[in-house]
């Protein structure tokens, strides 16, 4: 079964930290781009972070958490990470992982270059 699942999520108050994984099954995920989105109450999902395949480990980042999120993958666990720090509380929002739709080194900032999404986990963070 090819699957996503999202962990990590929380409440943590305005410039903490928390770090989200997410699992990866039954797909060659090395060969894809992996990417986190968020989506908060009343708001379209917006890109956050992606990271593309082994051999090269680009990555692209939304300019509003540029310097503050780090995406990064564990090959050997078949994880994508996402860390976040000095969180503020635009940062509130639901937290999605997804694989690109088609293998390759791409980087994809748009939902629909997605096709394997997370249930998502939920992120709040308090003033």
């Known amino acids: 079964q090819v699957q996503l699942v999202e962990s990590g999520g929380g409440l943590v108050q305005a410039g903490g930290s928390l770090r989200l994984s997410c699992a990866a099954s039954g797909r060659t995920f090395s060969s894809y781009s992996m990417g986190w989105f968020r989506q908060a109450p009343g708001k379209e999902r917006e890109f956050v972070a992606t990271i593309i395949w082994r051999w090269s480990g680009r990555t692209s980042y939304a300019d509003s958490v540029k310097g503050r999120f780090t995406i990064s993958r564990d090959y050997a666990n078949n994880t994508v990470n996402l860390q976040m720090n000095s969180l503020k509380p635009g940062d509130t929002a639901v937290y999605y992982c997804?694989?690109?739709?088609?293998?390759?080194?791409?980087?994809?900032?748009?939902?629909?270059?997605?096709?394997?999404w997370g249930q998502g986990t939920q992120v709040t963070v308090s003033s």
């Open positions: 997804a694989c690109a739709a088609r293998p390759g080194s791409e980087i994809y900032s748009r939902s629909n270059d997605y096709d394997l």
